[in-house]
């Protein structure tokens, strides 16, 4: 049987996985912004030196969507094993959210080439890459 307390504090995890999964969302839209902005000013002014200049922020973008995840992970699985538990009277960690000591998650350096985030942030370098040659780049 679930108590108040056991729902409020898996109330409290949804949250946080619901924010980190906005928080990925948002990074997406503003990876593609920032890469058609870039775009065009090296288009306007042809200047190819824009072009290699998206590569860092694409790169960083890339990270924090890893990281992310990685967050979203850790809460899921801590929401899963709250989940689970018995007896949450008798819970030491009630309301915890640490995540520090979960060791099955993959680290957010190996979610950077999980099939949900490598094929949008390789098909966003991939057309950085393809624009830089067709804008006459060497």
Not at 47 to 67: E, H, K
Request: charged share 15%.
């Amino acid at each position: 049987m679930m108590t108040d307390e056991k729902i409020k504090h898996l109330e409290f995890i949804q949250a946080i996985v619901s924010r980190m999964s906005t928080n990925s969302f948002l990074l997406k839209g503003w990876a593609v912004t920032l890469m058609a902005g870039i775009f065009i000013l090296s288009s306007k002014d042809t200047n190819q030196q824009f072009f290699l200049m998206t590569f860092l922020p694409a790169l960083i973008f890339w990270g924090l969507d890893s990281y992310y995840l990685h967050q979203e992970k850790l809460y899921r699985y801590l929401y899963n094993n709250i989940r689970l538990i018995d007896n949450y009277e008798q819970y030491n960690d009630k309301f915890t959210l640490q995540t520090d000591k979960i060791q099955d998650v993959p680290s957010w350096v190996c979610l950077l080439f999980s099939k949900t985030i490598l094929p949008f942030y390789g098909i966003l370098i991939s057309g950085i890459i393809i624009l830089y040659y067709i804008m006459g780049g060497r």
